[in-house]
């Protein structure tokens, strides 16, 4: 972190830091009565709405390296993380909640950057920063998100609602985020020793972009709202294809069948996976991440779904005993398997 211009936490104390970091923030949704600076939220969805809530936590050398991760874009990532989960129920996020653990090595100034990510995600996508917490921590920085979020209780989606002969569709491309975090480990690693680093990140600003500052799928939503289409089942990619499809089959009580030439792969992802003799369908079934929308429809509703121009069809539902397999170009079939990549920082 930069030393000159530094200012410490406790120059401040906990009172004025809050202050400093949640004053900016106003309140945009109608069903925010009031946020921050009360002992607690006050919300009041609309009558018949349901209210959704999801929690988050990230901690340091967990889930983010400071090294290269900008706090910019972590604050960023924070809110796309919770905005995720209310999207993933078919719902729209309102307000978040940011609980900060916080060490003595960062700075004012570092959070200020923080909060200016987390700002910057707030607006594009009309959210109101409600509440939260700013504790001690001895072990790096730990954020809490709590994100809430309203729709008509006729339209939550559940992940238990897939049908057999359902299509399984996915948002964008699989494999990026993960392959963007092998690129910045990759440069990380050869330049740890070197006087004035200058890592090669040139021909894959797409994967860096996807992993550092990865945009929660609010336009599926909104698609999915005009096409009139409620989907059976969903959930948002954050753990990895295969371990968020055998969510659904679990929740469902169904089995799946997805074909290995219709997962959506970038370009990028697949050069950079060939570079570092990586297989580019591992990435996409297992790196995480991603934060697109996985979720299933009826089959009569193939051509309104193919219409929305966003998805890709890659599988359909079967009944359980069937399980849950990946199907190669030649027609073998391998079992999918909730592997995950373990973090890497």
């Given at each position: ?12 104390g ?10 900016s923030f106003?309140?945009?949704n109608?069903s925010?009565?009031?946020?921050v600076?009360d ?27 400071l ?12 809110v796309t ?10 719902g ?7 609980s ?9 100034e ?7 990510g ?9 959210i109101?920063?409600?509440g ?5 921590s001895?072990?790096?920085?730990v ?28 948002t ?34 797409y ?5 550092l ?8 939503i909104?698609?999915?709202?005009e ?10 990619l ?16 169904c089995?799946?069948r ?13 050069a ?7 297989d580019p ?9 991603d ?24 599988g ?12 190669t ?8 398997r ?8």
């Open positions: 972190m930069e030393k000159k211009g530094r200012t410490e936490i406790a120059d401040l906990e009172f004025g830091l809050i202050d400093r970091l949640t004053g106003g309140k945009g109608p925010t009565v009031t946020g600076g002992d607690a939220a006050v919300l009041a969805p609309a009558e018949g709405d349901a209210v959704l809530c999801s929690s988050d936590t990230m901690f340091e050398g967990v889930d983010f390296d090294t290269y991760f900008p706090l910019k874009h972590l604050g960023y990532k924070a993380a919770g905005v995720s989960d209310i999207l993933a129920m078919n729209t996020p309102e307000q978040i909640m940011i900060l653990g916080v060490s003595a090595k960062l700075s004012v570092a959070l200020d950057a923080l909060y200016e987390i700002a910057f995600a707030c607006r594009e996508h009309r109101d920063l409600v939260g917490d700013t504790k001690s001895m072990t790096g920085l954020l809490g998100i709590t994100a809430i979020g309203s729709a008509s209780r006729e339209r939550v989606v559940y992940r238990s609602g897939a049908q057999r002969h359902d299509l399984v569709c996915i964008g491309n699989l494999g990026a985020a993960y392959m963007g975090l092998r690129l910045l480990e990759r440069e990380k690693r050869v330049l740890e020793n070197v006087t004035n680093p200058e890592p090669q990140f040139e021909g894959y600003e994967l860096l972009e996807k992993y500052k990865p945009r929660p799928r609010t336009d599926i909104e698609a999915l709202a096409e009139r289409i409620v989907p059976t089942a969903m959930i948002d954050s753990d990895g294809l295969s371990s968020d499809l055998l969510q659904i089959c679990k929740a469902s009580k089995g799946v997805i074909y290995l030439d219709r997962i959506p792969i970038a370009r990028q992802t697949t950079l996976a060939e570079e570092m003799h990586v369908v591992v990435a996409a079934l297992h790196g995480g991440q934060y697109e929308l996985l979720f299933t429809v009826p089959l009569e509703m193939r051509e309104q779904v193919m219409r929305l121009g966003l998805v890709d069809v890659i359909h539902i079967t009944d359980a005993e069937a399980g849950a397999c990946l199907v170009p030649d027609g073998a079939e391998i079992r999918l909730a592997q995950g990549f373990p973090e890497r920082n």
